[in-house]
Every structure is written in C-alpha cells, then in structure tokens.
C-alpha cells in the first residue's frame, strides 16, 4: 500500500504526537514489512521488527538510527529512514520499494528506560505535571541537573511514582533505576561538593538566649516570662529570627536589666515575687521526681534568690467552679522544702460547721524564712497516704485531675508564690557573682584596669570571638557613668547590660571572605564553627575550651574537631540536641498544645503527656551518645 508524505509528516510543535504514540498508530504497523523472518537482533534475544520499532520508540532500546535498505524487494512497500534526535520521532519517506535490514541493538540503559515507559505521560515538554519536564534534560547524565532527580529518587524510593492507577515497573525495575541514579548523584556530590548557604545573619532564639544566659553568668532563668515566642518556619523556630522589631528590641532592654541585676545581686527598690503553677490537667496522686520519697503531688521549683535576705512563701490549692477545695474529705499534711530539707509541715482539713468557708482551709500555709543567695530548689508536696492495688481491677494508672469525670481522690497545689526579699543583708555569695566579678578593686585607681578584666572575660564568651580595644569601648562607657554615681558594682551591673543587648551576643553573624563570588560555597573560620558546633549540640555560647581551639586554628583539623564533637556530647548541656533539636524536628512540642478526647481516652492527662516528651528525649539523647545508633531517626541504613 503506497502512502503520501502528507500522511506521516512531522507533527507541528505543541501537538504531542511522541514516538511510543505513533508506534502504536495502525499507519505505523501498515508500514512494517509482514515478511516472515524479518528480525531485529538485540544483545541477548532476537526479536520480529514490529516488536523491535515498538521497543525503539518507547525508549526501551538504545538505538541512535534505523535504517532500511532503499532496493525494491516487496509491493506495496516504502524504504523509509527513521532518526531519534532529541527524544522525537522524523522519517524520510521516498517512493519505492524496500526490504528490512538486520540490526544490532545494545541493551537500554535503565533510567531512561523507565523514564521514557512510564514517566513521559505526565511529566514531557507538553504536560509538565507537577511542573516537572523530563523531557527537556538529559537521561544520559543526571549529573547536570541534581535537584530534579534528587526530587525524582525521593519519589521512586517512597514508591509515589508511577502514581496508583498507572502502569508501574517491576520491583527490580525500581532497584535498578534507584541503583543507577543515587550511585551517579552520589558520585558527583562528592566530586564537586556543595554543602549550600545557610542565613549569615540570625538572631539568638528564646531557647538559645536562655541557655547562653546559664552558662555566661551561671544563672538559670525562664525566657519564656521575658521574650516573646519565637515564630517556626518549616517545624522550627532558628529559621525566621532575622528581624529586631522595636517591640522586641524593648523587651531585650528589659531583660538585660532584670538578668544584669540578678546576676550581680544588685539591691531591688521593693520587694518583688514570682508564681508558678502546674499544668491543670496533672495528676498529684503519685511522687514527683526530685521531691523525697514517701510524698505525693505538688511542685519542685528552681529558683535563684537575689540576695541574702527574707522570703515569703504562699500556696494555695486546687480548686473547683463552686470555689470548694477539691479531694479534701479528711484532714492531709502539706510540706514546705527547701533544698531538700523541711522547713515547715501544714496541715490543711475540711472546714467545719454549716457554712463551709474553704478560704480558711489554706489561708495559713504561708511561712516567711530567711533565704541565702542564689539558686535553690523549693519544693512544695503532701505526704501520701498509705494505698494498696485492688486485685480485682486490672488498670494501672487513673487519670484524677478533673472535677466532673475524674475527680480528684485527694487535694492537689494549685499555686505557689514566692515574694521577697525582706531585710536583706547583702547580695550574698552566688555562683553568678563569683563568674562575674574575678577581681576586686580595693582602691580607686584599681577600679578601671579590674572592670576592663571582667568586662573582657564576659564578652569573650559572650561575642564569640577574641576582644580588642574597640569592644571594650562601649561598655567601660556605661562603666563611668553609672560608678560615680552609684559605685563600682553599679557600674558592672550597666557594662553587663550594655553586653547583653549588643549585636555582637544577640545575632550570629558570619562575614564572607573576601574575593568570594555571590552564593559559593567557602570554608568558614575555626570561629564561625566553633559557634555552629555549640548552638547545635548546646544550644547555647562555646565555651572556653572550644574557643581556645578555635583561636588557634586547629578546630577544623579532623582530629580536633573529632575530639571537640565527642566531648561535647558526653557534657550535660548536649541535652538540649533532644529537648531543643529533636523535641521541633520530632514534633514534641506540640504536645504542649495537644488534650485528646477525655471520652475516648480518659486516662490521658499531663503525667502521660509529660512521659510521652521524656521517653522521646531520652532515647534520642541515648542514640546520639552511641556511634551509629541515629537510623531509627534518619531512616533506613542511616548511620
């Protein structure tokens, strides 16, 4: 059968007439010689050719030209030419005859194979699903665009593509492809490394601010009652931290004076106080960790005192809409601690007479002591009754904090209240001060050269990076002025100030070297990563030891860094790589914000909640003390 040119020309641009398309059209297979043994040989089966231009056209053979011999052999026939330039089917027809010619066909390389079969339906120069064009870059070499087929082994890995409902490849299909692909990306990655750009300009987050606060000035505070809360981007709050509202730059200012007077254990113009509270939904029918065995409930509270002086202590106890207090059905004794010792035992019973008055039930517990300074554990709790299991029921642990449909089987603290200080006799020896003051001026030409000592030491830890000259101005400003008005430590308390809301402590800030082109990759100084190291694992400043390396240069040494990274796991404060890192990445936080339906779980309360976050943290904090223990967190044979 003769056919036309006309009737197998080229489609025009944007009509999406594609190879595997017209290898299926009847005018193809017309065109193909019925003439038995006709064959097309590929490296490991011989193959008819209709099946053969099939193959070619869906990608699945590697051929680069077909060609047919041009001498008239069979009527009704056409010698034709066909080319694969650029993934696009053309053919040359001329009148005549012609005969099939034997061919040798090399074996297809999987990723286009796959990709040609399964992937060109959806993501070609026409469709572009998802706004991804395989066709427009090269099968051959994957290396030239690396994001779109990390995209693409992160979809074949999860099994996401073919989507459900399309033709999908063997398994073995998938290895091979996964196989070729992470093999070739991998290999480039670490011909040419690029380990990206991270933000060179970032403010310490709430977390990071309080931490930095510990281990500058050996004092514990809650950030949390002095900044506003960080916003997260992508499950994490270090990311948007670029900014200084007026606002926040405020409640810095504030801060820096509440923690500098704190720290220096300035004396306050009044008595001031603080309140704390436990979650309304915790169950106080067991013991409190920290709190002495034998107890029951209540709070343990850390809390630096100011100065040596007087304190009062207040507690009121739980309780419910009609203003009762709730569990109290017999008389209950109440404890006051502090730092593991009694300092007075309460006891609280049901009023009596007609007119019940629960507000005399706990107007007593209040005591006022003298208090030394600096930080001390308060811990408020009952002594628990003695209970037995009942046999007959197999639940071991009942929720017992709400009123109406777990109500509570004895009472519970409400709140404790700490006020003062009274009488004070001075600031006391704290750990706070002995951080801070190494030297004491015992005359006035002293007072200088002992405050430039301080302030340096301070700063060091506080910036990050060694002190010249030029940092110290500022601060020996705020100095002067304040000291001969108000003294030497009035002085320090204002330097510290100064220190505290300077850029150089609140924002991390990474310079690029010189002569470095926009967006490349660079190695970054001993200090800059000294900082990147502590606020990962610490969440929190570097400290001397980490600093000292980084000064001399050997930070980035595999040997010193090695040493650095494992010795700042096995230190305490790599807690926070699980209650900072791990608690936003693993969503633990959001427990916080998290009450299921008590009608479906009513055993679920605080208690629960609270072991649900410690049992995360302590595994992940486990792992990471352990070489090789981090795959159940990063996947599958992560190590």
């Known amino acids: 059968m003769l056919m036309g040119r006309e009737s197998l020309k080229q489609p025009e641009p944007n009509q999406g007439h594609r190879p595997a398309r017209f290898a299926r059209s009847p005018a193809f297979r017309r065109f193909l010689p019925a003439k038995a ?125 073919p989507p459900e409902g399309k033709k999908r490849p063997e398994e073995s299909a998938y290895v091979s492809v996964l196989s070729s692909l992470e093999s070739s990306l991998d290999r480039a990655a670490a011909e040419h490394p690029n380990p990206g750009r991270t933000d060179t300009f970032r403010r310490l987050t709430r977390t990071e601010y309080q931490n930095a606060i510990r281990d500058l000035l050996a004092l514990d505070i809650d950030a949390a009652a002095l900044l506003p809360k960080d916003e997260a981007s992508h499950g994490f709050d270090n990311i948007t931290v670029g900014d200084l509202s007026p606002t926040l730059l405020d409640r810095y200012v504030s801060a820096a004076q509440k923690i500098s007077r704190l720290a220096v254990g300035a004396p306050h113009r009044a008595p001031g106080g603080a309140t704390f509270r436990p979650q309304p939904d915790l169950t106080q029918e067991e013991r409190v960790d920290g709190l002495p065995v034998g107890t029951r409930g209540g709070l343990l509270i850390p809390y630096t005192f100011p100065r040596d002086a007087e304190y009062e202590f207040r507690v009121r106890l739980t309780r419910d809409r009609n203003e009762a207090v709730e569990g109290l059905n017999e008389p209950h004794e109440l404890e006051l601690l502090l730092d593991g010792e009694r300092v007075k035992l309460f006891t609280v019973a049901p009023p009596a007479g007609r007119n019940k008055n629960f507000e005399a039930v706990d107007a007593h ?115 002067h002025e304040t000291r001969a008005k108000e003294g030497f430590e009035a002085g320090i308390e204002t330097a510290l100030s100064a220190i505290l809301i300077s850029p150089q402590f609140l924002f991390r800030v990474e310079l690029d070297p010189d002569g470095v082109a926009p967006n490349m990759a660079y190695r970054i100084t001993d200090l800059d990563l000294a900082s990147r190291l502590s606020f990962f694992v610490w969440s929190s400043i570097p400290d001397d030891e980490l600093l000292d390396t980084a000064i001399r240069g050997d930070l980035h040494k595999p040997a010193a860094l090695e040493a650095q990274v494992r010795r700042m796991l096995a230190d305490p404060r790599s807690r926070a790589l699980a209650s900072n890192f791990a608690d936003q990445w693993l969503h633990v936080r959001n427990l916080e914000s998290i009450t299921p339906d008590l009608r479906l779980f009513p055993d679920f309360d605080d208690n629960l909640r609270q072991s649900f976050r410690q049992e995360t943290e302590l595994f992940f904090g486990s792992s990471c003390t352990r070489v090789g223990e981090l795959g159940p967190f990063l996947g599958q044979g992560a190590s």
């Not at 490991?44 to 699945?60: H, M, Q, V, Y």
């Not at 007959?392 to 709140?415: C, D, E, K, S, V």
């Not at 004491?440 to 000259?469: G, N, W």
Request: net charge positive; aromatic share 8%; charged share 25%.
């Open 365 to 479: 517990v209040r005591i006022r002591v003298p208090v030394k300074a600096g930080p001390h554990e308060v811990g408020v709790t009952f002594l628990k009754n003695p209970s037995s299991l009942l046999e007959t029921r197999r639940q071991p642990y009942n929720a017992r904090f709400n009123y109406h449909r777990h109500p509570r089987l004895g009472p519970a603290i409400y709140q404790v209240s700490i006020n003062g200080p009274y009488d004070s006799t001075g600031p006391g020896n704290t750990p706070s001060r002995d951080m801070i003051f190494v030297c004491q001026p015992t005359k006035l030409s002293e007072e200088d050269k002992c405050a430039e000592r301080i302030l340096s030491r301070l700063m060091r830890r506080a910036y990050r990076h060694p002190v010249f000259s030029e940092d110290l101005r500022t601060p020996m400003q705020f100095f």
């Open 37 to 161: 043994g006709t064959t097309c040989r590929l490296t490991d089966r011989t193959i008819d050719l209709p099946t053969c231009f099939g193959f070619w056209a869906k990608g699945s053979i590697g051929v680069q030209t077909l060609r047919m011999a041009s001498q008239p052999t069979t009527r009704g026939s056409l010698p034709i030419r066909l080319a694969r330039t650029a993934r696009t089917l053309t053919l040359w027809i001329a009148p005549g005859l012609f005969a099939a010619e034997e061919l040798t066909v090399p074996s297809a390389p999987p990723v286009p194979s796959m990709v040609s079969e399964y992937c060109f339906d959806c993501h070609d120069g026409e469709m572009k699903k998802g706004g991804l064009d395989l066709e427009s870059i090269s099968l051959d070499d994957v290396t030239q665009h690396p994001e779109t087929w990390e995209a693409v082994v992160r979809k074949l890995r999860a099994r996401q593509m």
